[in-house]
């Protein structure tokens, strides 16, 4: 009980968000406190543990062992606590922050529409900041505390990382018509032999398409390897290009009177897509009904 007596308990709710957030600022932001006023606590909880808890390393702060150690049983401790309290359940409606998303173009033409309808109804006071980053840098930035939910295809994540699955897509090849057999489907000699589009953010990504042809020794050429889901999609018109894309992302294509879309020539696994989050983040109440809300921004046919 000793302990007790020389530390604030209410120090433990700003320990908490320190550690999670990573970043001072967005500690306060989060705790809805000035930022001189988060600073002034970090100093006492550093002299209480003896420890620096955040230390710089390059543009970012990253926890010491001892922060490391703190949180689990902080979060344990404070979760008990809420509970022996009676601490209210989560207010959406007076809730304020900035939550930080990481996810493509794709994604966001999925859910965000009827995730904003949502949050602009029951949660007004959550404001959105929206990333686009690769597989493997969306996982850093999570870990790092950098996002605080990444929408995308995880086939495998650290054990640090949760992961919840969301919906199913398929894959389909797009071209324009007049350079498309009229009566027979393309065969995968020919659909080889064409160039395609890779939507990547990166020019040496190894997509679901190129890790199945490999498993096959096959290769295609790729002409043009863009991060930009809708423009690819303008630009195949009047080309020889093949474009092999999430279905979903392609749904509606009267724009586009000239594109025909048909299944590719090779079996090609579905895209399981879902969200991730930080194992820090597996209890906090503002990023669970921020996960229930994604999921129900899902369309019920995906």
Known sequence: MDELKRIDLNLLPTLYALLTEGHVTRAALRLNKSQPAVSHALAQLRGHFEDPLLVRQGGNMILTNKALQLLVPLEKILSELNTFLGAPDFDPASYKALIRLSLSDYASGIVLPHLIRLLRTFAPGIDLGISQASRDAALAQ???GEVDLALGIFPVCPEDISSEYLFEDHFTSIADSAQL???TPLSLCEWLLRPH???ALRPDAQDEIEQTLAAQNQHRRLMLVMPHWSAAVDTIVGTDLI???ARRS???LSSHPSLRAFEPPLPLPSLRYQQAWHVRRNHDPAHLWLRNAIKASCPPQC
């Open 142 to 144: 999570l870990r790092d």
């Open 181 to 183: 057999p009229s009566t």
């Open 197 to 199: 589009v890779m939507v």
């Open 250 to 252: 392609v749904q509606n």
């Open 243 to 245: 474009l092999t894309i």
